[in-house]
């Protein structure tokens, strides 16, 4: 009997899960990728929650090596995927390692049937109201001044899984 086949990818990185050795190459992204990145303890901590999952995209280096491009980090809370933080490291920008990311992501929520998926993304941040209006998310509502810092508002998207 012939198994059914994963579907092949339509990107050309490598998803696989964080671990902790992944540590320092996820923070410096991280670092650079926000206004107010997580510390390194709250990054640790989330690989010790059973429902917290980073996602990261590689690809090899010319010496052999793998070299980070992006990660997503996201729970997975009965029915629902909520997903914390996308980015992907400046110089490897525009060359679809979000889109790679999130796509891994959104299956691995329909894995683990989940129905939908929710995100806050700041009012100011265009590139990923597009990367996730891309995908179908869609704006359902603001939260005022989530963003203490700065005093900037969320946009709240869904998308039905
Ligand atoms: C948002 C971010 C993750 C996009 O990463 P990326 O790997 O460059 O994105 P991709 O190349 O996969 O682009 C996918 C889609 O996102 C949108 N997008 C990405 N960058 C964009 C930009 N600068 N302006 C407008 N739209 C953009 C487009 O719709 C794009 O599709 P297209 O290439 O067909 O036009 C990246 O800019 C980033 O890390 N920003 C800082 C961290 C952040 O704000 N994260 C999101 C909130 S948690």
Redesign the pocket.
Known sequence: MRLPQPEPALHPFHIRRMQPEDLAAVMS?QRV??RNPWSTELVRRELTHEWSTILLAEEPTPEGSMRL??FSIFWLVQDELH????????E???????????SATLDEARDHRCTVAT????RS??????????FGFRAVGIRPNYYVEEGEDAIVMVLDL
């Open positions: 992204i990728a926000f491009l992006g997903i914390l933080n996308v980015a992907t490291a400046p490897h920008r525009h060359r679809g390692v979000a889109r790679a990311v999130l995100l806050e993304v700041r941040n265009e590139a990923a109201l597009n990367l996730y209006r891309s």
